[in-house]
T-cell receptor
C-alpha cells in the first residue's frame, strides 16, 4: 500500500513534443505529490509538487495533473527540449513525518 | 545556502575495508534521509532521522551498515566491512518536516565502488 507505480520506464520524445509520465498510488492517506528531476551525476531536485485539493498545477512548461478518484497523477512537459533529458521520479508522502515514497523513475530523452 | 553537502564525491575501496560517508544537511532542516541508488533497485531509503533521532532504519540492508547523527548539522553512514554489492550512489537529503514541508533537498551523492 506504500508503493507508487511509475510508467513508462523510458520515453523518447522529439524536440517540441509533449512528454507525459504517469504515476499511480494506493494509499489514500498520501497528501503531497512531488516530481523530482535528476541529471547524470547529480542528486534529484524538486521540480514541481501538488496537493490533492487541486486537480492541476502549472509551472512554466511543466504541469501536474491529479486525479484523486483514480489515485493517479501525471507530469506533462510541454514543448520538450533536449535540456529536459533526465530521469524523472514521482513521489508521495503523508503525515507529519513527510517520508517520501518514490516511483521507480522514467528516463526521458528529448531528441534535437 | 550551500545546500546539502556530501563527502567524498567518489570513493573506491577494497572489499573488507570500512567506508564512511558524510553529510551536512541544510541549516534549519529537522529531517535527514540516506538513500542508495542503483540501476537495478532505483532509489532505496536506508534510514531517516528526525531531530537527530533515528526514526526508521528498516531499509538498512545488513548489520554492516550503520548511521549516526550526533548533531543537527552532521550525519555519517558507515559500511563495515564493505562488499562489492555495496557499490552504488549514496544520497543524503534533508527536509523541514511539518507545516513548512516543501520536499527534500538532495546532496550530489557519493559514488561508492568496492573492488
Amino acid at each position: 500500500q506504500q508503493q507508487v507505480k511509475q510508467s513508462p520506464q523510458s520515453l523518447i520524445v522529439q524536440k517540441g513534443g509533449i512528454s507525459i509520465i504517469n504515476c499511480a498510488y494506493e494509499n489514500t492517506a498520501f497528501d503531497y505529490f512531488p516530481w523530482y528531476q535528476q541529471f547524470p551525476g547529480k542528486g534529484p531536485a524538486l521540480l514541481i509538487a501538488i496537493r490533492p485539493d487541486v486537480s492541476e498545477k502549472k509551472e512554466g512548461r511543466f504541469t501536474i495533473s491529479f486525479n484523486k478518484s483514480a489515485k493517479q497523477f501525471s507530469l506533462h512537459i510541454m514543448d520538450s527540449q533536449p535540456g529536459d533529458s533526465a530521469t524523472y521520479f514521482c513521489a508521495a508522502s503523508k503525515g507529519s513525518a513527510r517520508q517520501l515514497t518514490f516511483g521507480s523513475g522514467t528516463q526521458l530523452t528529448v531528441l534535437p | 545556502d550551500a545546500g546539502v553537502i556530501q563527502s567524498p564525491r567518489h570513493e573506491v575501496t577494497e572489499m573488507g575495508q570500512e567506508v564512511t560517508l558524510r553529510c551536512k544537511p541544510i541549516s534549519g532542516h529537522n529531517s535527514l534521509f540516506w538513500y542508495r541508488q542503483t540501476m537495478m533497485r532505483g532509489l532505496e531509503l536506508l534510514i531517516y532521522f528526525n531531530n537527530n533521532v533515528p526514526i526508521d532504519d528498516s531499509g538498512m540492508p545488513e548489520d554492516r551498515f550503520s548511521a549516526k547523527m550526533p548533531n543537527a548539522s552532521f550525519s555519517t553512514l558507515k559500511i563495515q566491512p564493505s562488499e562489492p554489492r555495496d557499490s552504488a550512489v549514496y544520497f543524503c537529503a534533508s527536509s523541514l518536516a511539518g507545516v513548512g514541508f516543501g520536499g527534500y533537498t538532495f546532496g550530489s551523492g557519493t559514488r561508492l565502488t568496492v573492488v
